[in-house]
């Protein structure tokens, strides 16, 4: 059991000072602050003393990241505070045994986290030796050891570590998601738990054909929430080179939107398919199932900017803001910035837009490393070794004309990921791609610490490195910066249906859906994998029968699923020709997929020995 301890820095000169003051603060704290927090990740507070708490947890990583996020939103919240009134805490966290009586808890192991917490500096965090064991490989942290320290009530000296909160620390700080949104943190809650590398692809197979099937309104009921969909804005210049401006414009007002998790905002796949297309925003509403619609256009002269917006509810067609903006070239991103800002006010007067500036970064003055960095993009989702290399070379350029631009690291992270998974890379090691891989993301998030696309590529190379715990908790970090993005959702399903849980995985794929209707294919591949641990053959076929095609890595999965509907021939003849096509595949590499439910790992392989798939190839 981890154990963590905190308690006011000064209290009683605080109480002697002013006592009504200080008690009010320390109640905001808990409320406000600690208990949803705790709540998130899994605690429990078992003792609230005057001047401090004691918490337990079932995990130490989630113990530490507790701590940290703890000191860091009392922090933010002490800035607007005189300083003679501010509180600070100081947190001790200890991995030991304890007894349980009633709802309390004793033991070394709470008396051992009392104790850390009594030799911690104000605002600090201390863990005992069992602590940092556990998280040291798990949590990219800096921790320093300040060696034995003798304790009262203890016989033995405890080795002592410093957590340091500094941008590392600050990289696993998630948004805090306050009880006023209840059915938000169940949603949250198990998406967390997700690590995913999804069977066969990923973020690449963009370039699939999207399916165009509307989802289930029976199955993915509509949220409650503002549901938005923006459209791609036009281009009226005659230079096509100016396209990725505009593209980009829009695509960026989806991602800022999207983080604000009071609205329900559809995915770029699916609004950018009406892109250069006539229709009407009820058509467009309708089909996607949102009550709101923004469209707009860039027109480019020399330096100058020109651009239109609006926002539209297109229930009645009633146009709820519009607004021209004429500006410099280069002010482009305050445009956009402002323009979000104006459509989340719109639909709701009492969004946080303290929450929105803080993960909220203009991404570069450089408009030639923008278009450098979306051209990579492109040959990205080329999905060739070709283009692979040719986003390396242009994410690089990007960077040397700016140091200082996150995207194009996350990109170039990417590149070298890929790199190391499929060899599609002129670096003759795999183990430098993977290198490569994580120093680019790392250097994407010391410059974004709150970029969700920078966490999910660290958790993506995390992955391929085989530490699955520590990618799930970047997974969960990239979903809580931005909780509608159906892309992170859709690719953290695999850990659940190795973990027994296939049910929760066929319902996260069905949100996935519901946040981009006009998803590319990979997410019904994803599905059918789902229904079929979940019994469900008959929906398992026919989510993949909605696929444009039947690439070769789906062989293997949709053969058992004809299995155990009883179409052997067909099942026997579809295995066959993957074999034919794979001949190294056998029983010994589907027997390393990680799963911990032996009940799903042994139905994959005894589907897989029914089919013909040998037991070793060679």
């Not at 408009?367 to 989702?381: G, H, P, T, V």
Request: aromatic share 8%.
């Amino acid at each position: 059991m981890a154990i963590l301890a905190a308690d006011v820095v000064g209290y009683s000169r605080l109480i002697r000072e002013n006592e009504a003051g200080t008690l009010a603060s320390i109640k905001a704290h808990r409320e406000d602050l600690i208990e949803p927090i705790v709540s998130a990740r899994k605690g429990r507070i078992v003792k609230l003393m005057g001047d401090g708490l004691l918490i337990e947890f079932a995990s130490a990583v989630e113990a530490v990241q507790c701590a940290i996020e703890f000191q860091h939103y009392i922090g933010l919240k002490n800035k607007d505070v005189p300083d003679k009134d501010q509180i600070h805490y100081r947190i001790g966290v200890n991995v030991g045994d304890i007894v349980v009586e009633n709802d309390d808890i004793y033991g070394d192991g709470v008396n051992v986290a009392s104790r850390l917490e009594g030799l911690a500096a104000p605002n600090g965090i201390y863990m005992a030796a069992s602590v940092y064991d556990q998280v040291k490989d798990k949590l990219d942290l800096n921790i320093e050891d300040l060696g034995l320290r003798e304790v009262k009530n203890i016989e033995e000296p405890i080795r002592v570590f410093n957590l340091l909160l500094d941008d590392r620390a600050m990289a696993l700080v998630s948004t805090i998601n306050r009880p006023a949104a209840p059915a938000r943190r169940t949603r949250l809650v198990a998406v967390a738990i997700a690590v995913a590398v999804v069977v066969g692809g990923m973020v690449l197979w963009q370039t699939w054909n999207s399916s165009i099937q509307s989802p289930d309104p029976a199955a993915v009921p509509l949220t409650g929430k503002p549901s938005i969909a923006v459209l791609a804005f036009d281009n009226l210049n005659s230079n096509p080179e100016h396209n990725y401006l505009s593209v980009s414009f829009s695509e960026n007002i989806i991602t800022a939107l999207s983080r604000f998790v009071d609205f329900f905002v559809i995915s770029r796949n699916s609004t950018f398919t009406y892109k250069n297309q006539p229709v009407k925003v009820q058509q467009v509403a309708e089909e996607l199932g949102v009550r709101y619609v923004v469209e707009g256009s860039i027109q480019i002269s020399g330096n100058k900017l020109r651009v239109t917006a609006q926002l539209i509810d297109a229930t009645n067609g009633k146009h709820l803001w519009a607004e021209n903006y004429d500006r410099d070239l280069q002010d482009i991103f305050a445009v956009q910035d402002e323009v979000t800002r104006t459509i989340a006010l719109t639909l709701n007067e009492n969004i946080d837009l303290a929450e929105y500036d803080r993960v909220e970064h203009q991404p570069t003055d450089n408009l030639s490393a923008y278009e450098l960095f979306k051209r990579a993009q492109e040959q990205s989702f080329t999905f060739t070794k070709e283009g692979n290399i040719l986003a390396m070379e242009l994410s690089a350029k990007a960077i040397a004309l700016d140091p200082n631009f996150a995207s194009a690291y996350i990109e170039l992270a990417w590149a070298h990921n890929f790199g190391y998974r499929w060899g599609w890379t002129e670096i003759t090691s795999r183990e430098e791609s993977l290198a490569l891989a994580f120093e680019m993301a790392r250097k994407a998030i010391n410059l974004e610490p709150f970029n969700f696309k920078a966490h999910q590529v660290l958790a993506s190379i995390t992955v391929q490195s085989g530490d699955l715990e520590k990618a799930a908790t970047l997974y969960e970090k990239a979903i809580s910066l931005n909780p509608n993005s159906a892309q992170v959702l859709a690719d953290s399903i695999d850990p659940l249906i190795y973990s027994g849980r296939a049910d929760e995985a066929v319902d996260r794929m069905k949100a996935a859906i519901r946040l981009n209707p006009h998803h590319p294919d990979w997410y019904l591949w994803n599905l059918g994998w789902a229904q079929y641990f979940a019994e469900d053959y008959e929906g398992a076929l026919a989510s993949i029968e909605k696929m444009n095609g039947v690439p070769d890595r789906l062989r293997r999965t949709l053969a058992p699923i004809l299995l155990r509907l009883g179409r052997d021939d067909e099942a026997r003849t579809m295995m066959g020709e993957f074999l034919a096509d794979n001949p190294d595949y056998d029983i010994e590499e589907a027997k390393s997929a990680p799963f911990t439910d032996k009940q799903f790992h042994n139905r994959w392989l005894d589907d897989l020995r029914a089919l013909g798939v040998p037991e070793n190839a060679s």
